[in-house]
Every structure is written in C-alpha cells, then in structure tokens.
C-alpha cells in the first residue's frame, strides 16, 4: 500500500480483556515502531523492529504488552488483561532502514478505550 | 538521556501572519531532528528534517525550520499562516549510536490560525 496502515481504528473493550492491534508497514520498510499517545500528551516509543526481531523493547510498559512481526511486514501488539490506563491512541510507524536520520512514517492509529 | 522541549502548549497567529513553533533539545551530540504534524483523528504527517549541513532546512506546506546548535533549538516556522495549517506539531529528536531511531517527542504544540 501507499502508506502505513493500522486496523481497528477503533476499539472498546472491557478490563480485563486481551486486545490485539495491527499494523501494516509501508512496503519494503524493514524497521517498524511501536509508540503509545495518551490524551493531550506526546508519543511514547513502545517497541522497535528490524525485521522480524526487536532489538528494543524498552518502551514497553509491563509484561502485559507484547509484540511480534512476521517477516518484514505485518506486526501485532497485544496487551493482555487490558487496565483503564492503557486507553490510548497506539501509533505505528516505519522506516526504509532503521538509521538514525530515516524519516518515520505514521499510520492513522488505533484508538483504545477500555472501560 | 536526550529530551525535547515545547515551552509552548499553544500558539495563537492570524491568517497571514507569519509563525513560529518553538522547540529545544537536549542531546549528547550533533542531533537529528524532525517536525511532524497531526491533524485531528489522524495520524502524525512528516514535515521536514534536519540532518547535516545547512542550518535552515525547508519542508512541506512552506514550512521551514532553522537549527541552531549554539541555543539547541529548532524553531518550526512560517512566512505567511494559514486557517488550514492550524493543528498539533511536535518536534522529536532521534538518538545516535545506532540500534534504530526510536524517536523522542516534545509534548506538543496546538497552533491556531485565525481569520
């Protein structure tokens, strides 16, 4: 595709339920990032993938959250036993290479609410 | 540990008028710093970046953004603003030393561009 696509768009659920996001990166990217938007505030970086593997994880809040990408393409983050302070907009991105200076591209999100 | 900082929550500019988005950075090092900007419900969208070489860097939409090293700043700025560039714009800066470009983002800055 053209551009970075993430899917739901959106998604309610209850505590304590396990949720899984997905992102399509743009064709070709082999890094891809994870990163949490919480209401009014900046990005936070969750997890980081060149290729299939996660060189970085160290944004990743708990043991709750996890993810995995399947080649050089799609990726999934899960959060397992969703708590109110996960709603968030999760953002994902990718770049050609993974270098410092690559410019990273966003998808529109999946905004999470859990109730 | 490299920072950004938006002093600004919000910048209020008529339409016509030129504007300027302030940003600063705390990094060890020559850094890589981006603008981006998001529009309600959407995704960040890529507006320019600094790498090396000339200090004033231009982007899209007629944005440009001047990096200067003595003050650690990277002010976003506009000749002339327009009622469609009012929107969040973060400025974000990316580590050196390899291992992938998790970035790190300013809180934000909600411009409004008024008639």
């Known amino acids: 595709g053209a551009g970075v696509s993430q899917s739901p768009s959106n998604k309610v659920t209850e505590k304590g339920k396990d949720v899984e996001l997905r992102c399509d990166p743009i064709?070709?990217?082999?890094?891809l990032y994870w990163y949490r938007q919480r209401l009014g505030q900046g990005l936070e970086f969750l997890i980081y993938?060149?290729?299939?593997?996660?060189?970085?994880k160290s944004g990743l809040p708990s043991d709750r959250f996890s993810a995995e990408r399947t080649g050089e393409s799609v990726s999934t983050l899960t959060i397992q036993r969703t708590q109110q302070e996960d709603s968030a907009v999760y953002l994902c991105?990718?770049?050609?290479?993974?270098?410092?200076?690559?410019?990273?591209?966003f998808g529109p999100g999946t905004r999470l609410t859990v109730l | 540990a490299q920072s950004v900082a938006q002093p600004e929550d919000q910048v209020n500019v008529a339409e016509g008028n030129p504007l300027t988005v302030k940003c600063t950075y705390s990094v060890s090092g020559n850094p890589y710093l981006f603008w981006y900007v998001q529009y309600p419900n959407r995704g960040l969208q890529f507006l320019l970046k600094?790498?090396?070489?000339?200090?004033l860097v231009k982007g899209s939409y007629g944005f440009e953004a001047e990096f200067n090293k003595s003050q650690t700043s990277f002010h976003l700025k506009k000749p002339s603003a327009l009622v469609s560039d009012s929107a969040l714009y973060f400025c974000a800066v990316s580590p050196l030393g390899g291992g992938g470009n998790k970035l790190t983002f300013g809180t934000g800055t909600q411009l409004k561009v008024e008639l």
């Open positions: 993938f060149q290729g299939n593997s996660a060189p970085d």
């Open positions: 064709s070709g990217h082999t890094a």
């Open positions: 991105a990718s770049s050609l290479a993974g270098l410092e200076a690559d410019t990273q591209y």
């Open positions: 600094y790498i090396t070489g000339d200090n």
